[in-house]
């Protein structure tokens, strides 16, 4: 069983965790839940408690029990059914260090869940009168740059604005993932950005910062910190007592898990790993398993008047050319053993986290894990799939029909498939590659050199890094990703573009005069 359980955790309808607890059914709060129906009869119920609720526990806890042990990282999970907890416990370290165990309550930060709330928070706005899908995002942030002209709220939203994501920019710019990176540094990032990766509306791709200049355009709308905001309009209405945002990194947040991974290197089992993060908006929410519990539950059972903006919550977005797409609001909108389905994971440090939930039939998982090998997407899915495919025993109603869903892979476009290096230059070939390059969006220097017949990129605080070559002009390396190299009319190197799956032709313009750097 779960290490730290703390709980004794009820199921609506005749399902219960196993009775060896020996307490009785508990709703969020601890008071005793009763049911909406006739209840079952007396010599029934036990026996049924009994059977399904250890089959549930079984499942869970058979899944998770690698990450079960005193000496290893591992996660909270809650699995919620017509509107309740159903299994709800802690499994692994929240601290190696301390010997802490993770429980129900133990907090954690679940990175890019964090999207569906700023949706959320966009929602309630609109809803309020104050704030249109369709206003312009300079409207409101006046500072962004002159080619974020026609993006829009909506854009923002669904990922079809075409602004860069910064974690690749920031990388490319020379920061590492363990220094500061503050909500002020992605805004400034984002108001240099010179070009769009694409028209907005006309493809999807997905971008944190979109979700950040969100979070931006909530506070302004609001008048109200986006921390406060989301406080007041969506944590204490819903009773989710251990849920925040980071709005600095050196805040102390009582009961978070330590972030993990693997210590290969030194066979030492696992190693911390630091986070000093302030993306609000797109990530940097703090939250538990139980707190997820109940967002589910009021995803699924609004109160009137929440019923609209959770129902914005449900929607597709649409490209400009009338193509629908798996992503609205913050949520991946997706089928599941022949039911449809919300899930968004998230990835930051050594934290891995999901939530999906199938509405219809009122289940709904959330794992929340401390170390970077935990694949919590594909342990959420594997549950809400063996929980679906039990039938009516664990869940109402008939199977419904399932619509066509789009079949966008997330792109918008095609993926092209990784070229085949066919040019093998020798060091003269080289030559003419070498040089000092910037990059004015990101205000960010390399130089390039030919060292031992092979080209390198160097960076004063990133090191250097080798590209790799495809084709005269075309190289790959894993900092840029596919590296272009651009011509005058002469034919000299004028400077070279790189492109990621977020990012697309970044800019840096060649400083020298030309010449080899070696």
């Known amino acids: 069983m779960g290490t730290g359980r703390a709980w004794c955790l009820p199921l609506l309808l005749g399902l219960f965790l196993a009775t060896s607890t020996g307490c009785p059914a508990q709703g969020w709060g601890g008071v005793a839940v009763v049911a909406a129906q006739e209840p079952l009869p007396a010599e029934v119920r036990p026996v049924l408690q009994e059977e399904q609720g250890a089959r549930v526990s079984q499942v869970v806890d058979s899944l998770l029990a690698q990450w079960d042990r005193p000496d290893s990282p591992g996660a909270a999970v809650v699995v919620i059914q017509d509107g309740e907890p159903i299994h709800l416990a802690g499994y692994g370290?929240?601290?190696?260090?301390?010997?802490?165990?993770n429980r129900a309550e133990t907090v954690f930060d679940v990175a890019s869940i964090s999207k569906q709330f700023t949706a959320y928070a966009v929602a309630l706005l609109e809803a309020d009168g104050v704030l249109s899908l369709d206003d312009p995002a300079r409207r409101h942030i006046?500072?962004?740059?002159?080619?974020?002209?026609q993006?829009?709220?909506?854009?923002?939203?669904?990922?079809?604005?075409?602004i860069r994501d910064w974690p690749g920019a920031l990388f490319m710019a020379g920061w590492s993932f363990e220094d500061v990176l503050s909500f002020r540094?992605?805004?400034?990032?984002t108001y240099q950005q010179s070009e769009l990766n694409f028209d907005p509306g006309e493809e999807y791709a997905y971008s944190n910062t979109g979700y950040n200049l969100l979070a931006e355009v909530v506070s302004r709308v609001s008048g109200k910190g986006f921390g406060e905001f989301t406080r007041k309009r969506i944590f204490e209405p819903l009773d989710m007592q251990d849920t925040r945002f980071l709005e600095d990194h050196g805040q102390v947040i009582p009961g978070r898990a330590e972030s993990y991974a693997p210590d290969a290197s030194h066979d030492l089992g696992y190693r911390r790993v630091t986070s000093n993060l302030t993306a609000y908006g797109s990530s940097s929410l703090f939250t538990t398993a139980q707190d997820l519990g109940r967002w589910m539950a009021h995803l699924q059972r609004p109160d009137f008047d929440r019923k609209e903006v959770v129902e914005r919550l449900g929607e597709h977005g649409i490209l400009n050319g009338g193509e629908s797409i798996r992503y609205g609001w913050g949520q991946m909108v997706d089928v599941l053993a022949g039911w449809p389905i919300f899930r968004h994971g998230g990835a930051w440090a050594g934290y891995?986290?999901?939530l999906v939930h199938a509405p219809e039939r009122q289940l709904g998982v959330a794992i929340l894990g401390n170390t970077a090998v935990m694949d919590a997407d594909g342990l959420g899915e594997e549950i809400l799939r063996w929980l679906l495919e039990e039938g009516d025993s664990l869940g109402g109603g008939q199977e419904a029909g399932v619509g066509p869903v789009s079949a966008a892979t997330g792109s918008g476009r095609a993926d092209e498939p990784e070229p085949e290096p066919s040019w093998s230059p020798d060091a003269q070939e080289l030559v003419e590659y070498g040089g000092r390059y910037r990059s004015p969006e990101l205000d960010s220097r390399y130089?390039?050199?030919i060292q031992d017949g092979m080209l390198l990129a160097e960076h004063f605080r990133?090191?250097?890094?080798l590209l790799r070559p495809l084709r005269p002009d075309h190289f790959r390396a894993p900092?840029?990703?596919?590296v272009r190299f651009t011509r005058d009319r002469e034919g000299r190197i004028t400077g070279f573009t790189a492109t990621q799956p977020r990012i697309r032709d970044l800019r840096f313009l060649r400083e020298d005069g030309g010449g080899p750097e070696r």
């Open 447 to 449: 130089t390039l050199r």
């Open 352 to 354: 891995r986290s999901v």
């Open 151 to 162: 993006v829009t709220i909506r854009h923002l939203v669904h990922h079809t604005s075409g």
């Open 462 to 465: 990133l090191g250097v890094q």
């Open 93 to 101: 370290m929240a601290s190696l260090e301390h010997g802490v165990p």
């Open 142 to 149: 006046p500072e962004l740059p002159e080619v974020a002209e």
């Open 185 to 189: 540094h992605i805004l400034r990032m």
């Open 479 to 482: 900092g840029f990703g596919e």
